[in-house]
């Protein structure tokens, strides 16, 4: 079945650090991949996304690309900043269907 | 801010008791996806619901049932509580099903068994 893999957490930098999260996959077909972000006590949000290989996904200075021949999407940022802490999940979604299947989640701790 | 919104927030049952969660899905989305968040885990899909039908069901047992209404709210029941079913139940909303759509969460509903 799909699988995802994340990177062991949790992750703590200082403020202004490179960031990098790595996510890898395992699907038939060609899935969509997703990162998103949990904030304390919050639901999910949608970070980035690709559709297809080759894709680079960007928003708020985060940015992944699909990777196919690595089966890869892996998170970087170049500067991150304190309120970028939170629980990073990665996420992958079948052609077929609809289903999300999700990584472990990775959380950052970013200090000033 | 993503529109969807669950209630009640927070829940506490017994074991063997029975509960129903609330999903109201963002406005224009047809599609509701209900998922199960234990401690420190991702999320696990439970099922999802197209037009008021069951579309997809992942590995969880048949106590843990749905509807979806025609004005595309969702409700999550679980009967037969137990201690294991405690986990923030998340709610999502999407525009059709089939090929890549985004997915838009609640804050989701934290429900506690003792």
């Known amino acids: 079945g799909n699988s995802v893999t994340q990177m062991e957490g949790p992750v703590t930098l200082s403020e202004e650090a490179f960031l990098t999260i790595n996510c890898t996959y395992t699907?038939?077909?060609?899935?969509?991949l997703f990162w998103y972000v949990q904030y304390p006590g919050e639901g999910l949000q949608l970070l980035l996304k690709?559709?297809?290989?080759?894709d680079k996904g960007s928003n708020k200075g985060f940015e992944a690309t699909y990777r196919k021949e690595t089966t890869s999407f892996h998170l970087e940022k170049g500067s991150v900043q304190v309120s970028d802490s939170a629980v990073y999940f990665c996420?992958?979604?079948?052609?077929?269907?609809?289903?999300?299947?999700f990584g472990e989640g990775t959380q950052l701790t970013v200090n000033p | 801010e993503t529109g969807v919104t669950q209630s009640p927030t927070h829940l506490i049952k017994t074991r063997g008791q029975q509960v129903t969660l609330r999903c109201s899905s963002q406005?224009?989305?047809?599609?509701v996806s209900w998922y199960q968040q234990a401690l420190g885990q991702g999320p696990q899909f439970i099922f999802q619901?197209?037009?008021?039908?069951?579309?997809g069901r992942g590995n969880f047992p048949p106590r843990f049932s749905g509807l979806q209404f025609p004005n595309y709210s969702s409700e999550l029941n679980v009967n037969a509580l137990e201690l294991d079913d405690s986990a923030l139940y998340l709610c999502?909303?999407?525009?059709?099903?089939?090929?890549?759509?985004?997915?838009?969460f609640g804050a989701g509903t934290r429900l506690s068994v003792l």
């Open positions: 999502a909303s999407s525009l059709a099903v089939g090929g890549p759509n985004i997915q838009y």
């Open positions: 699907a038939t077909g060609y899935p969509s």
């Open positions: 690709a559709t297809k290989a080759d």
């Open positions: 996420a992958l979604q079948e052609t077929s269907g609809s289903r999300l299947t």
């Open positions: 406005s224009g989305h047809n599609t």
């Open positions: 619901y197209y037009r008021e039908e069951e579309n």
